[in-house]
């Protein structure tokens, strides 16, 4: 490990979570862009569901984590055990949960891991008059924040990626969040959709602005196959596709293009600093005070737990997942006595954790100390990412991408692992 890095880069050392992650793997119907572990279909909705059998499961799942971290630190409030953070309920679609059973779960998690006064408590929520919840429900269920999977605000686009919902949705279930008096709104979009313009990337960043979410995420699309790419895992589930996804994939990738993606990018960078949201990281911007504290604990490499199929959580040393099979996961803990569910774990060798800890501090607008930059793997690249543009130094000594550097950062990672 770098001897440079900051004491959060630096520490390897077992440490007490600072966020929790539930994943909700349910949704109405599959996205045929998402990898994400979703079950759709009559396991989401109608007589047959099984969000219920899910819920027995994760409340159990929460105890046995709870009773690991109670003997390993504490329990919560001991000096050894800090409250947590940040909760996030995402998915899936965990807007679907009646907010009784949200109550309740934050409930549970406030008494089984203590949860800060201020603590962010995310849900992520599809924009739909059928799937976005009551956010006044939400609010009294200790919901402090929601995250609405826009993705466009043209009908066009939306119905190309499979969504539910219509542009006027997402417009109708930010101000419902607003007047309900959730404290923070994020609206996730997609650039690069197959066969789109920049007018109507335009279009969309405008009317996002309009309706002026307190956060916004902008990802590119990404078409890739997991199965093909060998992402899938040891057990073959971590990223999930059908074989139709895939199919449709293969048809609409042809109308991706990196300099419009580009183009598209870019115009977002200005437009958005021009009206004070600050791009915090190579894919967020928020207004002052309304950045994701969940997922700076991530970049930060900070330690968190999840629950969940398909969840991964992070204990300052070693990287765990769950198994993303809904039956395998239910079957674990229901069994007498309940058993933790299957899934795995990998321990990064000091090389390999000080090079994720650049690549993540890097991903971020404070950038590394510039001392990073003396210090292998960044200094063997950092003369060219200078010369490429993809690098700069600021006043205060820190190393910061460029937005041609967020725009190519995928490269400059690849050259520091």
């Not at 204990?315 to 039956?327: E, N, V, Y």
């Amino acid at each position: 490990m770098s001897p440079t890095a900051t004491s959060a880069e630096r520490s390897s050392a077992v440490r007490p979570p600072v966020a929790l992650y539930i994943h909700f793997p349910f949704c109405v119907s599959l996205c045929p862009y998402c990898d994400f572990v979703v079950i759709a279909g009559s396991a989401a909705r109608g007589p047959r569901n099984r969000i219920g059998q899910f819920l027995d499961a994760v409340l159990v799942e929460l105890e046995l984590r709870a009773d690991a971290l109670d003997t390993g630190f504490g329990p919560p409030g001991s000096r050894g055990r800090p409250a947590l953070g940040s909760v996030y309920l995402g998915g899936g679609t965990p807007s679907l949960l009646p907010a009784d059973d949200v109550a309740g779960l934050v409930s549970r998690v406030r008494e089984r891991f203590g949860v800060s006064d201020d603590a962010e408590i995310t849900l992520e929520a599809n924009p739909g008059p059928d799937e976005r919840g009551d956010p006044a429900a939400l609010r009294m269920a200790g919901v402090t924040r929601i995250s609405f999977g826009a993705q466009s605000f043209d009908d066009t686009e939306l119905r190309k990626l499979g969504r539910r919902h219509r542009a006027r949705h997402v417009v109708d279930a930010v101000e419902a969040a607003r007047a309900a008096g959730i404290p923070s709104i994020n609206v996730d979009l997609l650039y690069d959709i197959p066969d789109t313009d920049m007018t109507t990337w335009m279009h969309t960043l405008d009317t996002a602005l309009e309706v002026a979410p307190d956060h916004l995420s902008l990802y590119a699309l990404s078409l890739d196959d997991p199965v093909a790419e060998g992402l899938t895992g040891p057990e073959g589930d971590h990223l999930v596709t059908t074989k139709g996804a895939r199919r449709w994939r293969d048809a609409v990738r042809p109308g991706q293009d990196e300099d419009r993606a580009a183009g598209q990018y870019h115009h977002a960078v200005v437009a958005l600093e021009d009206v004070g949201y600050r791009g915090y990281e190579i894919s967020n911007w928020a207004r002052p005070g309304h950045e994701s504290r969940h997922n700076l604990a991530y970049w930060q490499r900070r330690p968190h737990e999840s629950l969940g199929p398909g969840a991964h959580a992070f204990d300052g040393q070693d990287r765990r997942w769950t198994s993303a099979r809904l039956d395998a996961y239910v079957a674990a803990l229901a069994a007498t006595p309940p058993a933790l569910p299957p899934g795995g774990a990998e321990r990064l060798d000091d090389a390999s954790a000080a090079i994720e800890a650049l690549i993540l501090g890097l991903r971020l607008d404070t950038g590394v100390p510039l001392s990073a930059a003396h210090e292998p793997p960044l200094a063997d690249v950092f003369g060219w990412a200078l010369a490429a543009e993809l690098l700069t130094v600021t006043d205060d000594d820190r190393v910061v991408l460029t937005t041609r550097g967020r725009l190519l950062s995928n490269e400059l990672f690849a050259r520091l692992v």
